[in-house]
């Protein structure tokens, strides 16, 4: 039966494509139901509407993870739809433009802020309290290698990656006594659409800092992501997994 055999619901940010799509597949193989929430409509529908076709339970819900309101409308429309959340996947992100800090402009350094700190805010603040009340959950928050090592030309994504793993930490000591799991996962260079983002130069100087020299794939997050989410992690709270081909030093 997987690992959700219990008929859990798993939201997942982002879950329109990258990380957040292989994950939504991943849950959705394990028996989870899942909730795609992403500010795509036309491609969160998409994803929602193939994981139907294969016999899933599915569900999309715009979402835009800047804005508190919709995010609290999005959890609120994600608890209606089957009275549980038992997990939060919080994989939207942005890599925002390669420049160094003297040519970056107060709302890009806003915008990647923004999208890959305060969504990982809005989203624990909303969910907790629901987890709280049936005393379990599931929480991973997609953090990256550049929130622990720095990344040049890419100042304010390593920054609010960094602010990921913080919050991570932080929240999960305050609901370690209640049920909820919360762990965060550091990639390094992910086989995605965000990479479309970066110049070339930027790419190529994340992938010679991974001894594998290869990319991540998608999948092999998901993979880690899942066990992040099971019931079969049960002692493990407030850490950050690397998933970085060796690169990680710590």
């Known amino acids: 039966m997987g690992y959700f055999a219990d008929g859990e619901v798993a939201l997942i940010t982002g879950g329109a494509s990258g990380i957040g799509k292989a994950v939504a597949f991943r849950l959705a193989d394990e028996g989870a139901r899942v909730v795609v929430a992403d500010i795509d409509r036309e491609k969160g529908q998409e994803v929602a509407a193939a994981l139907q076709a294969r016999g899933n339970e599915a569900l999309f819900l715009y979402v835009d993870v800047t804005d508190s309101r919709s995010v609290a409308a999005c959890v609120d429309a994600a608890w209606a739809w089957r009275g549980r959340i038992d997990v939060l996947v919080n994989a939207a992100g942005v890599a925002g433009r390669s420049q160094p800090i003297w040519e970056l402009d107060d709302a890009e350094w806003r915008r990647v802020i923004a999208i890959d700190l305060d969504g990982v805010f809005y989203f624990c603040r909303a969910v907790i309290p629901l987890m709280k009340q049936r005393g379990y959950g599931r929480i991973v ?39 909820i799991l919360i762990n965060s ?26 001894p594998m020299g290869r990319p991540g794939e998608p999948e092999e997050v998901a993979a880690l992501i899942a066990w992040l989410c099971s019931r079969e992690c049960s002692f493990s709270t407030g850490a950050c997994y690397d998933i970085s081909g060796g690169r990680a030093t710590y």
Do not use: C, F
């Not at 990256?144 to 000591?173: D, F």
């Not at 130069?201 to 992938?207: A, D, P, R, S």
């Open 141 to 179: 928050n997609v953090a990256s290698i550049a929130g622990k090592e720095g990344n040049p030309n890419a100042v304010p994504y390593s920054a609010a990656k960094a602010g990921v793993i913080g919050l991570t930490k932080a929240v999960a000591k305050e609901v370690a006594k209640d049920g």
């Open 185 to 210: 996962v550091a990639p390094a260079v992910i086989r995605t659409p965000i990479l479309e983002q970066v110049s070339k130069e930027h790419l190529e100087y994340m992938l010679q800092r991974i």
